[in-house]
Each structure stands twice: as structure tokens, then as C-alpha cells.
């Protein structure tokens, strides 16, 4: 297994699910969408790593303040 696969599938399996979520929330691929970080990360020279970092933690906030709840009587 090489180098780039190996890190794929540890970002895959530890990662934030960044990608994941917003290629769900806008009807598109998960692949797409990493790449499109890349490309912006690229472009940018390292800012489109920290919108990433950014969006990770907002994520995580928000999936901490917002427990989805089944039914009315979990209050």
C-alpha cells in the first residue's frame, strides 16, 4: 500500500467528515469535493487548509450544541 493510500484511508476512517457532509448537504460527490479543496488549498497557498480547519471545528461545535432528539418526551 503506498504513501497516498495510506493517507487516504486514515483521513477517511479519522478524518472530520468535512467533505462528507457538505457533498450531502449539496447533492454531490464526497471525491469532488475534496478535490476541490485541494485545488483551492493549492491556489490560495495553504488558505484553503485553514477554511477546511475552520469548517471542521464549526461542525464539531455545532454536532455538540444541536442533539438531535427522536421524539418530543427526550426533553
Known sequence: MGIVT???HYM????FY???RIADRMGMRARNVRITFIYFT???LGAGFGVYLIIA???????MLY???SSVFDL
Open 12 to 15: 477517511e476512517k479519522y478524518g
Open 42 to 44: 493549492f491556489a490560495t
Open 67 to 69: 442533539v438531535k432528539r
Open 6 to 8: 495510506g493517507l487516504r
Open 57 to 63: 471545528f464549526w461542525l464539531k461545535i455545532k454536532d
Open 18 to 20: 468535512v467533505s462528507t
